[in-house]
């Protein structure tokens, strides 16, 4: 015997289809064997449900009724059933993601082990590049989602900020007495700076917002990681140029001194990029809601 669900199943169709005929064949049945369903369900529910005219069938009041809550309800079982499909299509598979250094370190590690915990099967890559080569492993295909420093400039794709940062300069213990008050930039100039190296978004960043005050800097030591300018500051190499909010072990336990400047630099930020064109994963979906990016930000 069929199943009540399946009857209402079959119920739903003809009356979509205003005909046994149609209905049967929507739901690849023979015609009689959905006459014999709906007789069946009538006979279960003591009541007439359709009426027959010459060109098919119609819903009796009794069967209008139904029909609005049946519908309904298969509705959102489809719905769940497609929410099920999603949910095991990510429970598989791989998310590249691309990250800046200092940022994977001081930013993204507990969202990955959130997501991780989250979706244990789905294979995490995860690439350290700078702002530009992120942007064209985008286009490229070879990554899913970017977290880069922004600004980012580029039509083909979608970028979401994630938290705003602050640009500053520091110091170790050699240079803390001689640069107690604030310096102008062009006295900044003057320094031994230790900065990115010439590729890197935050540098060029720091360097055009400078540049605009008319001031040029330029670095005595260039170095390819927001960590090793903090070391290079913290043996008294000369003045770096790091992120604050990345900074703060260094700060707080009086490692490095912050180097006050007449004038902040203006803040940036970071955030996620992806290409506008090409329709995210499930996975890469499922990771910004951890991020909880949702509309413009995730913060």
């Not at 079982?77 to 497609?82: D, R, V």
């Not at 099920?84 to 969202?111: C, H, Q, T, W």
């Not at 180097?259 to 329709?279: A, D, N, Q, W």
Request: one cysteine or more; aromatic letters at 8%.
């Amino acid at each position: 015997m069929i199943s009540k669900l399946d009857l209402y199943k079959i119920f739903c169709q003809v009356a979509k289809c205003e005909s046994f005929s149609k209905g049967a064949k929507a739901l690849y049945m023979t015609q009689p064997a959905v006459s014999q369903a709906i007789m069946q369900l009538e006979g279960e529910l003591e009541i007439r449900l359709f009426t027959r005219t010459s060109r098919g069938v119609i819903l009796t009041d009794e069967g209008r009724l139904l029909f609005e809550y049946v519908n309904s309800a298969i509705n959102l079982i489809h719905a769940g059933e497609e929410k099920l499909l999603e949910f095991k299509n990510i429970m598989l598979g791989d998310l590249k993601i691309g990250v800046g250094d200092a940022i994977s370190r001081y930013f993204l590690l507990p969202y990955l082990d959130k997501f991780h915990n989250e979706y244990p099967n789905i294979k995490l890559k995860i690439v350290n590049r700078t702002t530009l080569e992120l942007c064209a492993m985008l286009k490229s295909g070879t990554i899913d989602i970017a977290i880069c420093n922004f600004p980012i400039e580029d039509a083909s794709l979608e970028i979401k900020k994630c938290m705003d940062v602050q640009d500053i300069f520091v110091c170790g213990e050699k240079y803390k007495k001689t640069l107690s008050m604030p310096l102008s930039f062009e006295e900044l100039s003057q320094l031994p700076l230790i900065l990115l190296d010439t590729k890197s978004n935050s540098r060029k960043y720091v360097e055009n917002y400078i540049l605009s005050k008319g001031i040029k800097i330029n670095s005595e030591i260039e170095l390819g990681s927001h960590d090793l300018l903090l070391e290079f500051a913290r043996i008294n190499l000369g003045i770096a140029c790091v992120i604050k909010e990345f900074s703060q072990a260094y700060l707080k336990n009086g490692i490095l001194y912050e180097v006050k400047t007449m004038e902040e630099i203006p803040k940036r930020s970071i955030g996620i990029c992806f290409l506008k064109s090409v329709s995210l994963s499930q996975a890469s979906k499922k990771f910004l809601e951890i991020l909880d990016v949702d509309g413009l930000t995730c913060c």
